[in-house]
């Protein structure tokens, strides 16, 4: 089973009409913006913060590690320029120089927040590339994202993010697929002959799934549960708390982000979880794996793993039992920037790919350093970006290519549709495959 191409491009077709569901942010004052943008500053700053905006030796080597730079050789994809009005506050607002910077230097405006959307939603994916290369170990990625939350702040999101994030803030949905439409696809399955587990009062695993799952990427679903019932662990899925994806994150709207998270963590203590297990979503991981306990402001009461890293460890314990794939091929594995650089989890997805024994090609960089996919932070939405998207999917696509494997894998929903998207406007024929669907087609009786 591959993606339904039949509800892709019904998918990118409502991206393209995205932006027209939302008004535009009218009715703030310049000095507001710039009132709302600070004030996410003087919250978000803190002193390892403070410590990085202070020790760039402006070498530059961040510019050759963002794929936006590399394609373009533009200069003002220098991801450290893209915290420009960050380090422009910090400097007159709270540095140790400030009574100094207050005379010589200007203070940040709304016109320039303005002007940084498209630096920091348009050409960063917040892959943290820039952050693992930096010598001096400045995590430019993690400033981004505040100057985000800035920008959004201020009124500048880009619309398409802006409406999905609207929509799963009064919703508790993305695009469009909540609970009756997670039920009918499960209803599916039922009538299908698949067992599904879904609402269960007690559960040891409850795994999250995106709207994408339910519009677009069926085949991960049903792979996911056919997977998990092999296991024969207790698991749910819970109709109250099955949304994997973060438009909160996405867009910077903290407070979006911390509903969404909290909806996941009352469903997961509700019904016992031991382990949440996130599907192939990579900013789910993050908003749960390292954000969470920090917004519920406590240890979370329960384990958070990515699916890849669940089902590697599932192998591992022996419960998981795959067979060799029918045909031997030769596949590529692309980790999404989420689950492998910011997460760690890189031996799992390849002891699953060695289970089902294809032959494994590995791209050229480390896998800590591989190149982002150009989709990554809500980019593969904003249809303002698409040029400089592809730009940037021709750092990944050249690596895939140098590798001669004949089949991407990807564990990340956002990120097979950034391939898919690319390697039609590239008109590159090459299959891209679930890394989830490759076991749940190959599980041993
Ligand atoms: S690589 Fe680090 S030190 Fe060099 S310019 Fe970029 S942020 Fe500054
Ligand atoms: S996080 Fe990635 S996309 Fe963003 S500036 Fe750094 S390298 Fe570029």
Redesign the pocket.
């Given at each position: 089973m591959s993606l339904n191409q039949e509800s892709f491009q019904e998918f990118r077709e409502v991206i393209r009409q995205l932006g027209e569901t939302v008004q535009p942010v009218e009715g703030l004052t310049d000095n507001e913006r710039v009132r709302r943008a600070k004030q996410v500053f003087l919250t978000r700053v803190h002193s390892a913060m403070a410590m990085?905006l202070e020790?760039?030796?402006?070498?530059?080597?961040?510019?050759e590690?963002c794929h936006f730079y590399a394609q373009t050789k533009n200069p003002k994809y220098?991801?450290?320029l893209k915290v420009e009005p960050l380090r422009q506050y910090y400097r007159r607002e709270l540095g140790p120089h400030r009574w100094l910077f207050k005379l010589v230097s200007r203070d940040i405006t709304a016109k320039m927040l303005e002007e940084w959307q498209e630096l920091v939603y348009d050409s960063c994916t917040e892959c943290g590339r820039?952050s693992m290369?930096?010598?001096?170990?400045?995590n430019?990625s993690a400033m981004i994202s505040v100057v985000r939350q800035a920008v959004a702040e201020a009124g500048y999101m880009p619309a398409e993010l802006r409406a999905v994030e609207k929509e799963q803030n009064e919703k508790g949905t993305t695009f469009g697929a909540g609970p009756n439409e997670l039920k009918a696809a499960l209803q599916k399955m039922r009538e299908d002959g698949v067992d599904v587990s879904i609402d269960k009062d007690k559960a040891d695993v409850m795994v999250l799934i995106s709207g994408f799952g339910i519009n677009i990427t069926q085949d991960a679903l049903l792979a996911t549960v056919k997977i998990m019932n092999h296991l024969g662990v207790n698991w749910t899925i819970r109709t109250d708390a099955y949304e994997c994806a973060h438009f909160g994150m996405l867009s910077g709207r903290e407070q979006t982000l911390r509903n969404s998270t909290q909806r996941v963590i009352n469903a997961a203590i509700s019904c016992g979880a031991k382990t949440v297990v996130t599907g192939e979503c990579g900013y789910g991981y993050t908003a749960l794996r390292w954000e969470g306990a920090r917004r519920y402001g406590k240890p979370l009461p329960f384990t958070v793993m990515s699916i890849s890293e669940f089902l590697g460890q599932q192998l591992q314990a022996g419960r998981l039992r795959v067979r060799k794939v029918p045909q031997q091929k030769s596949v590529t594995f692309h980790d999404p920037c989420k689950v492998g650089r910011i997460g760690g989890v890189f031996e799992e997805p390849r002891a699953l790919l060695n289970a089902l024994g294809v032959e494994l090609r590995e791209m050229a960089d480390p896998v800590q350093t591989n190149w982002c996919c150009g989709g990554g932070g809500g980019v593969f939405l904003n249809n303002r970006a698409a040029p400089l998207r592809q730009a940037a999917f021709e750092s990944k696509r050249s690596a895939v290519v140098e590798t001669g494997a004949e089949s991407v894998v990807v564990s990340c929903d956002s990120c097979r549709m950034t391939f898919e998207i690319g390697k039609a406007n590239a008109h590159w024929e090459i299959p891209i495959e679930s890394l989830v669907v490759l076991v749940g087609e190959n599980l041993a009786d």
């Amino acid at each position: 089973m591959s993606l339904n191409q039949e509800s892709f491009q019904e998918f990118r077709e409502v991206i393209r009409q995205l932006g027209e569901t939302v008004q535009p942010v009218e009715g703030l004052t310049d000095n507001e913006r710039v009132r709302r943008a600070k004030q996410v500053f003087l919250t978000r700053v803190h002193s390892a913060m403070a410590m990085d905006l202070e020790t760039c030796i402006h070498c530059g080597m961040c510019a050759e590690a963002c794929h936006f730079y590399a394609q373009t050789k533009n200069p003002k994809y220098t991801p450290i320029l893209k915290v420009e009005p960050l380090r422009q506050y910090y400097r007159r607002e709270l540095g140790p120089h400030r009574w100094l910077f207050k005379l010589v230097s200007r203070d940040i405006t709304a016109k320039m927040l303005e002007e940084w959307q498209e630096l920091v939603y348009d050409s960063c994916t917040e892959c943290g590339r820039c952050s693992m290369i930096c010598p001096m170990g400045i995590n430019v990625s993690a400033m981004i994202s505040v100057v985000r939350q800035a920008v959004a702040e201020a009124g500048y999101m880009p619309a398409e993010l802006r409406a999905v994030e609207k929509e799963q803030n009064e919703k508790g949905t993305t695009f469009g697929a909540g609970p009756n439409e997670l039920k009918a696809a499960l209803q599916k399955m039922r009538e299908d002959g698949v067992d599904v587990s879904i609402d269960k009062d007690k559960a040891d695993v409850m795994v999250l799934i995106s709207g994408f799952g339910i519009n677009i990427t069926q085949d991960a679903l049903l792979a996911t549960v056919k997977i998990m019932n092999h296991l024969g662990v207790n698991w749910t899925i819970r109709t109250d708390a099955y949304e994997c994806a973060h438009f909160g994150m996405l867009s910077g709207r903290e407070q979006t982000l911390r509903n969404s998270t909290q909806r996941v963590i009352n469903a997961a203590i509700s019904c016992g979880a031991k382990t949440v297990v996130t599907g192939e979503c990579g900013y789910g991981y993050t908003a749960l794996r390292w954000e969470g306990a920090r917004r519920y402001g406590k240890p979370l009461p329960f384990t958070v793993m990515s699916i890849s890293e669940f089902l590697g460890q599932q192998l591992q314990a022996g419960r998981l039992r795959v067979r060799k794939v029918p045909q031997q091929k030769s596949v590529t594995f692309h980790d999404p920037c989420k689950v492998g650089r910011i997460g760690g989890v890189f031996e799992e997805p390849r002891a699953l790919l060695n289970a089902l024994g294809v032959e494994l090609r590995e791209m050229a960089d480390p896998v800590q350093t591989n190149w982002c996919c150009g989709g990554g932070g809500g980019v593969f939405l904003n249809n303002r970006a698409a040029p400089l998207r592809q730009a940037a999917f021709e750092s990944k696509r050249s690596a895939v290519v140098e590798t001669g494997a004949e089949s991407v894998v990807v564990s990340c929903d956002s990120c097979r549709m950034t391939f898919e998207i690319g390697k039609a406007n590239a008109h590159w024929e090459i299959p891209i495959e679930s890394l989830v669907v490759l076991v749940g087609e190959n599980l041993a009786d």
